[in-house]
């Protein structure tokens, strides 16, 4: 199996922008989801397929993918964002991973 | 609506098992993979495994083969997740999504506490 490695946290002032990283083997070659994480809370997806944003999911959350990292970039950061962040991909034999998380914190 | 809602909370004693349910509504049951995914305390989301609820093949993560098992009854629309020989190292919220585009929705989460 393969791991995926994001900062443990990132800090930011609101209104700024937050951007956290994702890197890993299997990229580009397997897509990169994000999930928002927030206390007592089930995960959330904000991005998937590295760069497609849900229904419903703020414009200011977007993703990008270059060579083996991916990053969730948060424009305009608001307070509500402050949460737990998980990059998540999948091998060739669909064998799920997720990174270790990064806690986003708003100043 | 689309929604997994899963079965309430447990208690177990070190070494039992437990037995959780995900019962889907507002799509076809056997139109997507259930995937099983636990959040321990202070710790980060870890996968288990997954379940094709119309072929019943499943994939588990290398380190909960053998003890995990994932089952599904389509007249019910429901997914199980069998864990044995359970430690305090297993306390966790457990949740059920279902993989279409991305993993969504997702149950409500199931915790389990292992406790002697």
């Known amino acids: 199996s393969y791991e995926l490695t994001q900062p443990p946290s990132v800090s930011v002032s609101p209104g700024q922008t937050a951007r956290i990283t994702c890197s890993g083997d299997a990229f580009p070659k397997q897509y990169a989801y994000w999930y928002q994480v927030k206390p007592g809370q089930a995960p959330v997806v904000v991005i998937y397929r590295d760069t497609e944003r849900p229904s419903g999911i703020p414009e200011r959350f977007s993703g990008s993918s270059s060579g083996t990292i991916v990053t969730l970039t948060i424009s305009g950061v608001q307070a509500e964002d402050e949460a737990d962040y998980y990059c998540q991909s999948a091998d060739s034999s669909s064998t799920v991973v997720f990174g270790g998380g990064t806690k986003l914190s708003v100043l | 609506q689309v929604q997994l809602v899963q079965s309430g909370a447990e208690v177990r004693k070190p070494g039992a098992s437990v037995k959780v349910s995900c019962k889907a509504s507002g799509y076809t049951f056997t139109g997507y993979y259930i995937h099983w995914v636990r959040h321990a305390p202070g710790q980060g989301l870890e996968w288990l495994g997954w379940?094709?609820?119309?072929?019943?093949?499943?994939n588990y993560a290398q380190k909960f083969q053998g003890r995990v098992t994932m089952t599904r009854d389509t007249s019910i629309s429901t997914a199980y997740m069998e864990l044995n020989r359970l430690t305090s190292d297993d306390t966790a919220v457990y949740y059920c999504?279902?993989?279409?585009?991305?993993?969504?929705?997702w149950g409500q989460g199931t915790l389990v506490t292992v406790s002697s």
């Open positions: 999504t279902s993989q279409a585009a991305s993993f969504d929705p």
């Open positions: 379940i094709n609820p119309n072929r019943g093949d499943t």
